[in-house]
């Protein structure tokens, strides 16, 4: 399949060509016909998996189409995602999908001044990309009208309700016009992912694409038992001994993200950490030292994460292994992109094995257990909790609660 046989318009084909993009992935193949027909769509996918060419070359191709020069341009279509990052890479990407049309985007993120994101709006806009907070204080400040959305586009929804923008996004929707294209887009489909849907989409066509297939085919997984005080030097050792070209590390809390920082620069590992409470600049001035290969490490919260994407990405260390199994599979899903096959490699303490058994059950597959290294924990089982601590329970304090209680083994999926 190509682009062309996608019924796309001329610019549209010339900017994919200029973009090095030879083939639709199979999100692009499945929804861009559905959409160029106008039906609402309900998308199961990640980050990476070409998702935001997949929604936004349909808006561009019927922008395009609406087009009437002799009207002042509004805002007629509107992308809400949850964070900065991922606000400024897909307005990026738009930028460079209708970059051959006249059509003009842009971007609105809290936590920087509001002037030139007010400017570039009074300019006119016909694609605005937003997170919730700041949209809504633009609209209340009068910036903003969403009288005109045609095309609406609601991404990486289960990441707006962990993050709590529940409230945000209804009133979003309150503020939009009863017709219109919407799109909605979760890389998981919990009960309340599907209660949202149903409000803000009507009789949907569905795309699925299945994570796994990145974490199967292109993915070399692997889990390295290690005590907690072991962590930081098995991490030192491995990103030494590995020369990877980049390295994502992943740490479950801020604060832990900010100590592997000083303690990779106490072994001589020049590193950065991007998290929520890194301001705006810092965090884009990280990750662009991360993309153009001048910090060979970051280290990352699975928030600020979201909107990484990195072409060459090679290696992601799960430094802690993450209590939602489904967080996994997005962290690994940053490496082994498009083209690239990548390495990732988890962590994982005495506390941590029922978070890697729930993991598994969840692919469907026992990660490869790498013995032969320094760090070595032998210690087969979680400990007993009075011996560790006087908790009764063995799971770690911020573990969500699950029905299933830990087995006694970890290797075992089943
Ligand atoms: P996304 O899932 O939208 O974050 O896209 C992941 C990455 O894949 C981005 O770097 C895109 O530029 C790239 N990409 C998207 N579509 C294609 C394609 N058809 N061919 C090659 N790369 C693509």
């Known amino acids: 399949m190509t682009f062309k046989e996608l019924d796309l318009i001329d610019p549209i084909l010339r900017a994919l060509e200029a973009e090095g993009y030879t083939q639709p992935t199979p999100i692009q193949e499945q929804s861009i016909p559905i959409l160029l027909k106008k039906r609402d769509l309900l998308g199961c996918a990640q980050t990476g998996t070409g998702k935001t060419a997949a929604f936004s070359i349909p808006i561009i191709q019927h922008l395009h189409a609406e087009v009437d020069p002799k009207q002042k341009r509004q805002i007629r279509s509107l992308i809400v995602t949850p964070t900065r990052e991922l606000a400024l890479q897909i307005d990026e990407s738009i930028k460079t999908y209708a970059k051959f049309t006249q059509l003009k985007s842009t971007v609105i993120f809290g936590g920087v001044k509001q002037l030139s994101q007010t400017k570039a709006l009074q300019q006119g806009v016909d694609i605005l990309v937003a997170t919730p907070g700041r949209l809504l204080d633009l609209i209340a400040q009068g910036f903003i009208s969403l009288k005109h959305i045609k095309y609406f586009v609601l991404d990486e929804a289960d990441q707006m309700l962990d993050m709590g923008f529940i409230h945000d996004i209804k009133k979003i929707l309150a503020k939009l016009p009863e017709r219109r294209q919407s799109l909605f887009f979760s890389a998981t489909m919990a009960p309340a992912i599907i209660e949202l849907s149903n409000q803000i989409l009507g009789n949907p066509e569905k795309v699925t694409i299945q ?12 889990v390295y038992m290690v005590s ?7 991490l030192v050792h491995l990103i030494n001994e590995k020369e990877a070209a980049s390295t994502l590390v992943f740490s479950r809390t801020k604060h832990g993200a900010n100590k592997i920082v000083k303690k990779l620069a106490q072994a001589g590992i020049e590193a950065e950490a991007i998290h929520g409470n890194k301001s705006q600049n810092i965090r884009v001035k990280a990750l662009n030292g991360f993309k153009e290969g001048r910090i060979k490490v ?11 994407d990195v072409e060459e990405l090679s290696l992601v260390i799960n430094y802690d292994l993450p209590n939602v199994p489904e967080t996994y599979v997005h962290r690994i899903g940053r490496t082994g992109r498009a083209k690239a096959s990548g390495e990732a490699i988890s962590f994982c303490d ?20 790498v013995e032969d290294q320094p760090f070595h924990d032998t210690s087969k089982e979680e400990k007993p909790a009075k011996k560790e601590n006087n908790n009764r329970n063995s799971r770690p304090k911020n573990s969500r609660s699950r029905k299933q209680q830990p087995s006694s083994t970890y290797g075992n999926h089943s």
Not at 228 to 234: A, E, I
Not at 351 to 367: F, G, P, S, T, V
């Open 228 to 234: 907690k005080d072991d962590k930081v030097k098995l």
């Open 298 to 308: 970051l280290v990352a919260t699975d928030i600020a994460a979201r909107g990484i």
């Open 350 to 369: 005495a506390e941590e094995r029922a978070y890697l058994r729930d993991i598994q059950k969840l692919i469907k597959q026992d990660i490869p257990l």
């Open 211 to 222: 994570p796994k297939q990145t974490t199967a085919e292109k993915v070399d997984q692997s």
